[in-house]
């Protein structure tokens, strides 16, 4: 009788495990909240600044996705957490790079949400270390939200715009890093 309990907890632990994803050492849930949603991890990546791995990466969505524009520009739930394996990245490093992604993801117009943009930058006053936790979310009539280890720290306002500029740094036509992409559309 032991034997077929022992089978049954063996394959449930291996579907648990399943459903997790490591990435980099660091082991991304298989789902999040957003907006009172449940999201799926779609998929996930490494975040790679020359041959240093900045952190790793998890795009979760309503449902399954491939293609990078749609996701874009999706008025749907979905977030970014990023799991940092480096050690010591500071504000001004992380505003440093978005400014440098927003500047990519809407060809150099940032005009039009230079606002949004400069509050969410200031939302990033946290310097990442090794195991922190920073997550962007969207939710349709909410807005971006910022969360750093699992405490919110704003909400972004800035209209689909906005939202399609924040997802388009790692899913646009000049990501933030190609190989992230990839993974975070379920790719290798």
Not at 23 to 52: H, Y
Not at 103 to 130: V, Y
Not at 140 to 168: E, I, Y
């Amino acid at each position: 009788m032991r034997a077929p309990i022992a089978i049954l907890a063996l394959a449930l632990f291996a579907s648990a495990e399943a459903l997790a994803l490591d990435v980099g050492g660091v082991t991304l849930p298989d789902s999040v909240q957003v907006g009172g949603q449940t999201l799926a991890l779609n998929g996930a990546g490494l975040r790679k600044k020359m041959f240093v791995k900045v952190y790793a990466g998890g795009l979760y969505l309503k449902s399954k996705a491939t293609d990078a524009d749609a996701v874009v520009s999706a008025d749907a739930p979905m977030s970014v957490r990023m799991h940092f394996i480096y050690d010591g990245v500071s504000p001004a490093k992380l505003v440093e790079t978005w400014t440098e992604g927003f500047a990519a993801s809407t060809g150099g117009n940032t005009a039009p949400i230079a606002d949004a943009i400069a509050a969410f930058n200031a939302l990033f006053d946290k310097e990442a270390k090794k195991g922190d936790v920073y997550e962007v979310s969207y939710a349709p009539g909410a807005g971006v939200q910022v969360s750093f280890n699992g405490t919110v720290q704003g909400t972004v306002r800035g209209g689909l715009a906005f939202k399609k500029a924040v997802f388009g740094i790692w899913l646009g036509d000049q990501p933030a890093d190609k190989g992230l992409k990839a993974g975070m559309l379920g790719g290798s």
